[in-house]
């Protein structure tokens, strides 16, 4: 995908119309970082990582300037700062980062003191999935997703949380548009003058993610198994949400190495289950998936926990890239 490498060469002074169409934006240690003190009329806004910024230009459009503090292509999790980053935090005008993913930006979220700051983890019910990989059971029917539950609008409290509280969000497209209501909301009282545009762009997206919710209800509705195999445990939501079970080679965090103990339950659950795929991801090595693969005469196939876009993913922003999923999900399953 070229085209995604030509993005990230957008120069700064175009990084106002990137956020506009919804293209990758430089990140914010580049030189558009976010101290522009709203010059060009626009919010200047900070975004700790992708699925952050694609809210942020989504509902933002025309009015929002969006730096995000992680590059395309590097892991999220591990970021570390630069000074110069830190100090672009307290000189923005709103910041939409989400507790638990990121220590370093927590830190320097608390810091910065900027009043529009917003968690998106307190926008909707952070559930724990088990980040000691035990053999945790993710599958639910798919009749227990929460309808009815309301929470835009709630101030959570999620201290204490954080420890055994899952972070990904935003892999379960319900759960991520109760964020982008809340969203939504946060920026209309960051910049009333633009409210209505805010309220209508909000209203469009949520619109495309229950699209999406039903593509994936649909889709993996009849399959041959329930279970995938993942190195990347990243997908408990949505497991949840669509009556699958997620089997984690590692814990929640991409890089950790699996016991030997874990390895052989995996061979297990994989022979009981009739899984046929080891899922890895874009952004970190497919060394463990690919020998476990080998040993259990299993498939290899990318299920992207879209914690950012590279010229490797499969599709040019968060929607696109969730239909591939869905597609990978549906050929690994045996849908019907």
């Not at 809340?182 to 209203?203: M, W």
Request: hydrophobic fraction near 35%; glycine fraction near 10%.
């Amino acid at each position: 995908m070229d085209v995604m490498n030509v993005r990230r060469l957008i120069p700064a002074t175009a990084v106002a119309g990137a956020a506009v169409l919804g293209l990758t934006t430089l990140s914010a240690c580049s030189s558009s970082d976010a101290a522009g003190g709203g010059s060009d009329g626009k919010l200047d806004v900070v975004a700790s990582f992708y699925p952050m910024q694609y809210l942020a230009e989504e509902i933002g459009g025309s009015h929002v300037s969006v730096t995000t503090l992680t590059k395309p292509g590097a892991e999220p999790h591990d970021l570390e700062l630069s000074p110069k980053q830190i100090g672009s935090l307290s000189d923005a005008d709103y910041i939409l980062y989400l507790k638990g993913i990121q220590p370093a930006v927590d830190d320097a979220v608390g810091q910065a003191g900027v009043k529009n700051t917003v968690d998106a983890a307190s926008l909707t019910t952070l559930e724990d999935h088990g980040t000691e990989v035990d053999g945790h059971d993710h599958g639910h029917d798919e009749g227990e997703d929460h309808e009815g539950e309301d929470h835009e609008g709630e101030d959570h409290d999620h201290e204490g949380e954080e420890a055994g509280a899952d972070p990904h969000i935003w892999l379960d497209p319900v759960k991520y548009a109760e964020v982008a209501k809340g969203v939504g909301k946060s920026l209309e009282k960051a910049d009333p003058d633009h409210a209505s545009d805010y309220r209508e762009n909000t209203a469009k997206l949520v619109g495309e993610l229950d699209s999406l919710d039903k593509a994936y209800a649909s889709g993996l509705k009849d399959t041959a198994t329930k279970t995938f195999i993942t190195t990347h445990s990243a997908f408990g939501y949505l497991a949840e949400r669509y009556g699958l079970t997620q089997e984690g080679i590692a814990g929640i965090d991409p890089e950790a190495e699996p016991s030997p103990a874990r390895i052989n339950e995996i061979h297990a659950v994989a022979e009981k289950n009739e899984a046929t795929t080891v899922f890895f991801e874009t952004l970190a090595s497919d060394k463990t998936a690919a020998t476990l693969a080998k040993d259990l005469g299993l498939k290899t196939d990318v299920l992207d926990p879209l914690e950012g876009i590279t010229g490797k993913s499969k599709g040019a922003d968060y929607l696109e890239v969730m239909k591939s999923n869905l597609t990978a999900l549906q050929k690994a399953l045996g849908a019907k």
